[in-house]
């Protein structure tokens, strides 16, 4: 649930801030096969934007084909039964429209947008890249082996591998507990079949969501919604996956050293449990996390950069999916001052679990936070992304509008609660990319250190 955004002039955000924020009114309906279709009419612009979300994220992947949901959603577009690669590509280049499509933990997400007056036709190519893709042997093969190029091109980016080496660490054998991508050896084995499967048995329109928003009427939008997704039936589909919720980090307390011995700098990643997306904690969180290290003039930020030059960038979040989330920092260093950033950090951490922030500190993360808020609903995607989120997560018809005066609502003592909740009450996750010879001297007294080559992430 978290925003970016360029920073902009505050007569600007002041305007954004004191605006009311109210959704355009949206219109539900079902096709006949089961698929939720919402749509709100919205200008002036003559564009139209669409997200259809399926609930087949990375959670779903098979547990020896680790990847496989992110590898069948860039396929969908390399052929249907009436349309080619080429084909495709023309049809949205030829409108000025664009397609792009994604996976996350939870879900799998393709985004369209166009100009209102070629919504039908592409809406119906829409529905042709998840209704009938051949996923022809080429393209799986060419898939694979870019896949695995970026594999290898990935171990020159220590950052990249300290990132899904916490993730492993992290989450453990629960479902989230690999990188949305796979890993190499995973990819190394998908086939035609194994997509072809994937696509049979998650891939259909029980749970799936169609947000359109833009210039066109709701009835048009059921109407071809029907002609382009009615016939839409998957019999093998298996039953929605539901993940389970994290009972503990399967490895809290651990450090996990990734020997890297070409390094002249570490990677360094501490995490603990968060929690999932739509929690009541969101808004005191969010505003205690902004002071913490989600901000520019954050206390981490301050303390690791401004005051001692141990790292450019350094930061905190919290990183929430449906069945639960993590509170974690992310920040890297030169190789000798691996110990002393995690001193550093830790103790800002510390500082904040028993004390929580000031009242200065929390208006000026409310006020921030209340003046990007309004960038979510600027333009037709962002709004068909805040409409999808909201009946996905179950987030409540009010969210938005209610959102900043439930963020204004967050008092001090609910900030130090949520900070004595979430801020590492017990020893948290560790994991460092460097040079182990040189850094592992630096980590006594910090607890187990368990060291790995870099190898082990190709």
Known sequence: MATRSRATPKTKDKSAA???????TATETTTSTGLQVMAAERGPLPLVAMRLVLRAGSATDPKDKQGLADFTVRLLRRGTERMSADAIDEAIEFVGASLAAGVSEDLMSLYVTTPAEHFPAMLSVLGQLVREPIFPEKEVELARERSLAQFANDLDDPSTIADRAFTQ???GDHPYGHDVGGTASHVRTFTREDVVRFH???IGPKGALLVVVGAVKPEVVAAEAEKAFGGWTQPEQLELLTVPPLERLAQAGRILLIDKPD???SQVRIGGPGYRIGHPDYFAATAMNIALGGGFTSRLVNAVRVERGLSYSVGSYFDTMSAGGIFAISTFTKT???????????GEVGKVRKGGITPRELKT???YLAGLYPLRTETSESVASVLADIRVHGLGDDWVEQFRDRLRAVTPKQVKTVAAKYLYPQAPTMVLLGKASEVKKQLKGLGPVTVVPVSEYE
Do not use: Y
């Open 18 to 24: 004191s605006r009311p924020l109210k959704l355009p």
């Open 169 to 171: 660490e992290l989450w």
């Open 200 to 202: 049979r048995e998650r």
């Open 263 to 265: 390094q002249s700098q």
């Open 336 to 346: 000798a001052s691996t110990r002393e950033i995690i001193d550093v950090s830790l």
């Open 365 to 367: 993360a409310q006020t």
